[in-house]
């Protein structure tokens, strides 16, 4: 059976990594401009505090890892009260070496491996909206080997560096969101997975979406009442069933109409609608545009 998270993990298409060394020493602290793409961090010693925004404050310390999927504005800082210098990370330019904040000279507070990527996706705003906007793991060592081993291959270049780097973040995402799933997930992807009559429903969805899913069937399958599953589908993955059919459905269209290898009627075949001529209505009002042209526009753009 499809395991999703797997599914969206490599339709997410990571690429282009960057990262640098963080450390603070003393009074300090840096409020980072929204960004977009997603970011991540280990503390490799000390300890600080991380407020983003939406959340509350919470320490970090060393062993700790951080991911956000859409990086929101944040701040990070030591422990005593400060102003926070303002950082735009999309017009700051490259650092060299190891980024120090608050005072100079001695050992630091805290030290620690940040970066951040890209993703290759025509959805990857849908997909990210399926994840927790803030991921904290605790004590997490293997995750501090993935971020040592996505900094060493981002900063080499040896062949292969771009397909590694893809692999390696593909691997630390998979790390994150298992040790984050959980039944007190935010709604979303891993909160839906941990509930394991909701999950063999998102299975079968992700197994065969051209199948004629319906409540009723998928209830059944889940082995519950049509109105429990509705409920707790929506509950838990915070959207309705069918509504979270569509967006896979309309992922999977925009994936293979990126590839440009498949005919308008047999994507629509392979995404669950009868004609092209429905797909077509059914893309157009989830898009904004016809298939056709999403087409074209995709593939101009390499």
């Known amino acids: 059976m499809a395991d999703p998270l797997s599914e969206i993990i490599s339709l997410l298409r990571p690429r282009t990594v960057f990262s640098k060394i963080i450390s603070g020493a003393g009074r300090w602290g840096v409020r980072y401009a929204p960004f977009g793409q997603p970011s991540f961090c280990t503390v ?43 950082v735009d990370p999309k017009t700051a330019p490259a650092p060299r070496g190891e980024v120090r904040h608050g005072r100079r000279g001695g050992r630091p507070d805290v030290r620690m491996l940040g970066g951040y990527f890209l ?34 291959e981002s900063l080499a270049q040896r062949p292969g560096r771009e397909l590694a780097l893809a692999r390696l973040v593909e691997l630390l995402l998979v790390e994150a969101l ?30 065969d979406p051209a199948r004629r899913w319906t409540v009723p ?4 399958r889940a082995a519950l009442s049509r109105s429990a599953f509705f409920a707790r589908f929506t509950r838990t993955v915070g959207m309705t069933p069918m509504d979270y059919l569509r967006a896979w459905r309309m992922t ?29 209505t059914a893309f157009n009002r989830h898009v904004g545009q016809a298939p056709g042209r999403y087409a074209r526009v995709a593939l101009a753009r390499g």
Request: hydrophobic share 50%; net charge positive.
């Open 44 to 86: 490799l010693e000390g300890a600080c505090l991380l407020a983003v925004q939406g959340h509350p404050t919470i320490t970090l310390a060393a062993g700790d890892f951080v991911l956000l999927p859409a990086t929101p504005g944040f701040t990070l800082s030591g422990f005593e009260p400060v102003a926070p210098a303002r």
């Open 119 to 152: 993703l290759d996706s025509p959805d990857a705003a849908l997909l990210v909206s399926l994840l927790p906007a803030l991921l904290h793991v605790r004590s997490a060592p293997k995750l501090a080997q993935l971020v040592e081993m996505v900094r060493q």
């Open 178 to 207: 298992r040790a984050t799933a959980g039944a007190d997930a935010p709604a979303g992807l891993l909160r839906g997975l941990a509930d394991a009559k909701i999950a063999k429903a998102m299975r079968l969805m992700h197994g």
């Open 217 to 220: 069937e998928l209830a059944r």
């Open 252 to 280: 999977l269209a925009k994936d293979l109409l990126r590839q440009g290898n498949a005919a308008i009627p047999a994507i629509a075949e392979r995404v669950g609608y009868g004609s092209a001529s429905t797909f077509s």
